[in-house]
């Protein structure tokens, strides 16, 4: 597997693997599905385009994308988001050797911690991060309710939980 930046021509192949590991019938046959919490769209090729130079990509020898993330600067920190693993691979360690990778490569920026919001219902996606150094931190933010680009809630009581991990 070669974790490497983000490339143009992935953006059809990143929102494919996000929308696929996020939303739908093939989410499930992962264990990060949304799908019972959302419907539509997780991303879209102008949203994956906008975040380019922040996307980081696994991929086989072949080329094929297996997983991806974001990591944005923010100030003292990155943010770590739209992470997702082919969910056909999911809990075969892509996912945590493209986190601490992502993790990596904000220490070597000199950011001080990494910072990311889950669903705080995905109690068993939070059971992950805590189990590679992730506190919750207690603070909630409120999910963007009536805006599409971020899906369809089948909830009324969605919310964020904001994590972090020093560096």
């Not at 997702?84 to 986190?99: F, T, Y």
């Amino acid at each position: 597997m070669r974790i490497r930046r983000a490339h143009r021509q992935d953006v059809p192949a990143v929102v494919a693997l996000v929308e696929s590991a996020y939303r739908g019938d093939d989410s499930r046959a992962g264990w990060t599905t949304e799908a019972d919490l959302l419907d539509g769209q997780r991303t879209d090729p102008r949203e994956v385009e906008s975040l380019l130079e922040h996307i980081v990509v696994a991929e086989d020898p072949a080329g094929e994308l297996l997983g991806c993330c974001t990591l944005v600067p923010r100030e003292g920190h990155a943010y770590f988001g739209m992470f997702a693993v082919r969910p056909g691979l999911q809990g075969s360690g892509v996912g945590s050797r493209l986190l601490a990778k992502a993790e990596r490569l904000a220490a070597e920026r000199n950011l001080r911690y990494v910072e990311m919001t889950v669903i705080s219902s995905r109690s068993e996606l939070i059971g992950y991060y805590r189990r590679r150094g992730y506190a919750d931190t207690g603070e909630r933010r409120p999910f963007p309710y009536g805006d599409d680009r971020f899906g369809t809630p089948k909830r009324d009581d969605l919310d964020f939980a904001v994590l972090v991990k020093e560096l």
